[in-house]
């Protein structure tokens, strides 16, 4: 849920509890047990996958190596399910005019770097940054450039905006925040 007053606007910002994410998870997870389950067969001589006999793999270096490729995608799967389960890079941005600050904060993985907070003042920001790549997925980045020609990303890569939204986001942000817009 957003947020928007005349002198406060939050913004939610969606982390990695995604429906794609979630699909690519349980994907990538069947696929490392397709593999260890055929170099498993391979190993005991068992039909432990119906549709494929054991005898038409050899365990010295198919099934072996169909082992190895099942445990390493069954690791990616469970950094991909933590990454879900811990909902890493949500957060929110936030702009105060009446303090005069904004605060970016996002979550990520555990540890002492979990909670992420950027805080910076309003008059430090020298314009909101709109790069607009016009190619076969056309996606735009936008940004905050502060007066020291620093950028602060406030959309995400996979942000599933188009063009139009994109500009109409930063001309309300532009208008909120009372700086320009600049293109790239």
Same mark, same amino acid.
């Given at each position: 849920?957003?947020? =928007?007053s005349? #002198? ?7 982390g990695?509890r995604?429906?794609s994410?979630?699909?690519?998870a349980?994907? &990538? ?5 397709g593999?260890?389950? &055929?170099?498993l067969?391979s ?5 432990l996958v119906?549709?494929l ?5 050899t365990f ?6 169909m082992? #190895?490729y099942g445990?390493?995608?069954f690791f990616?799967?469970?950094y991909?399910?933590?990454a879900?389960l811990?909902?890493v890079?949500?957060?929110?941005n936030?702009?105060d005019?009446?303090?005069? &600050?904004?605060?970016i ?6 540890g =002492? *770097?979990? @909670?992420?907070?950027?805080r910076?003042l309003? !008059?430090d920001v /020298?314009?909101i ?5 016009? *190619?076969?997925?056309s996606?735009?980045?936008?940004s905050?450039?502060?007066? *020291? /020609? /620093?950028? &602060?990303?406030l959309?995400? /890569? =996979?942000?599933?905006? *188009?063009?139009r939204?994109m500009?109409? =986001?930063?001309?309300q942000?532009?208008?909120?925040? @009372?700086?320009?817009i !600049?293109g790239?």
């Amino acid at each position: 849920m957003d947020t =928007k007053s005349e #002198f406060l606007w939050i913004e939610n910002v969606v982390g990695s509890r995604r429906i794609s994410n979630v699909l690519w998870a349980t994907i &990538v997870l069947l696929g490392a047990l397709g593999f260890i389950l &055929v170099g498993l067969s391979s190993y005991f001589n068992k039909d432990l996958v119906s549709f494929l006999p054991s005898q038409s793999i050899t365990f010295t270096p198919q099934g072996l190596v169909m082992c #190895f490729y099942g445990i390493g995608g069954f690791f990616l799967s469970l950094y991909l399910w933590f990454a879900i389960l811990w909902d890493v890079g949500s957060g929110y941005n936030e702009f105060d005019r009446s303090e005069g &600050v904004i605060s970016i904060f996002r979550w990520g993985f555990p540890g =002492k *770097n979990r @909670r992420i907070r950027i805080r910076f003042l309003v !008059e430090d920001v /020298q314009s909101i940054r709109l790069e607009l790549k016009d *190619n076969l997925s056309s996606r735009g980045r936008l940004s905050i450039r502060l007066k *020291n /020609q /620093q950028d &602060v990303p406030l959309t995400q /890569q =996979k942000e599933s905006l *188009n063009l139009r939204e994109m500009e109409e =986001k930063a001309a309300q942000l532009a208008r909120f925040l @009372r700086v320009p817009i !600049e293109g790239a």
